[in-house]
Nanobody
Framework: VQLQAFGGGLVQPGGSLRLACAAS????????VGWFRQAPGKEREFVAS????????LYTDSVKGRFAVSRDYAKNTVYLQMSSLKAEDTAVYYC??????????????????WGQGTQVTVSS
């Protein structure tokens, strides 16, 4: 499975942005798709995930109520809708696909396939 993440850009604080993660040369069937981000000088951190089958979602505390992850079967795409964006959300966002168990869903090493990353900058 090859992943491509896109949709990043520059947005003002309080604004919204939607990222997309599309799969090619394969589908997300049977996978969990995770979103991670890495800010300059910081370690990569988990943001959200969704199980392709069943749609179970998981979020890190700092984005709960502001971000929403969803999937589109027809387009074989996972979305990350980001609202009420803050300066601290600025990072390169990556999508990844894998088959983690529940206890490992927040760990990058549990995911097998990674997209190239898309930059999100929140600034006035």
């Amino acid at each position: 499975v090859q992943l491509q993440a896109f949709g990043g850009g520059l947005v003002q604080p309080g604004g919204s942005l939607r990222l997309a993660c599309a799969a090619s040369e394969g589908t997300f069937s049977g996978y969990t798709v995770g979103w991670f981000r890495q800010a300059p000088g910081k370690e990569r951190e988990f943001v959200a995930s969704i199980r392709w089958s069943g749609g179970t979602t998981l979020y890190t505390d700092s984005v709960k109520g502001r971000f929403a992850v969803s999937r589109d079967y027809a387009k074989n795409t996972v979305y990350l809708q980001m609202s009420s964006l803050k300066a601290e959300d600025t990072a390169v966002y990556y999508c990844a696909a894998g088959r983690p168990i529940l206890s490992t869903m927040k760990f990058g090493r549990a995911y097998t396939y990674w997209g190239q990353g898309t930059q999100v900058t929140v600034s006035s």
